[in-house]
């Protein structure tokens, strides 16, 4: 019985250290941060509709985010998607925490690396306006000079 306990809790003990946050909060995202990230976030509430208005806020962050990691080459980067009203970051054995839902429109983007306090990127006028406040971002962010004229 205990080696059937085991081999059943345990697996989900480990899994639960990745994808949940510790207090429990629905609509949090806990992300480990092991080299150069953007995160791309937008609210939970958005995650079913199919909207026009959704449909093109996710494809103005999408762009922004290609944008930005085409001119970061040949940085090596992770890039994730989020749905989400907060993130925690958790890096350098601390946590930054961000609370999407209270950031612009709720949709933009996080840079972030290992042993630097990470840069949250969003927009009042629009997800359209992140095309450009994104590779801004990542130029100041990273020291990268190529991302300055696409952000321009």
């Known amino acids: 019985m205990s080696r059937t306990l085991v081999s059943k809790v345990l697996p989900l003990l480990f899994l639960s ?8 909060a629905e609509g949090t995202e806990v992300i ?4 150069a990230t953007i995160v791309a976030f937008l609210p939970l509430a958005l995650r079913s509709s199919k909207d026009g208005g959704t449909r093109s806020a996710i494809s103005h962050l999408k762009f ?11 940085m090596k980067l992770v890039v ?5 009203d907060r993130i925690v970051l958790e890096h350098d054995s601390r946590r930054e925490t961000f609370d999407t839902s209270k950031s ?3 949709i933009g983007a996080i840079l972030a690396e290992p042993g630097r306090d990470a840069r949250i990127v969003v927009s009042e ?5 992140l095309v450009h406040l994104l590779p801004r971002a990542a130029s100041e962010y990273w ?3 190529s991302c300055a004229k696409q952000g321009a």
């Open 32 to 35: 480990p941060i092991t080299s």
């Open 80 to 84: 994730r998607t989020v749905y989400t």
């Open 64 to 74: 922004a985010v290609t944008d930005t990691s085409e001119c970061l080459r040949p």
């Open 125 to 129: 006028i629009g997800p359209s306006a």
């Open 104 to 106: 612009g429109q709720g």
């Open 143 to 145: 020291h990268a000079p």
């Open 17 to 24: 250290m990745f994808c949940c946050d510790p207090v429990g």
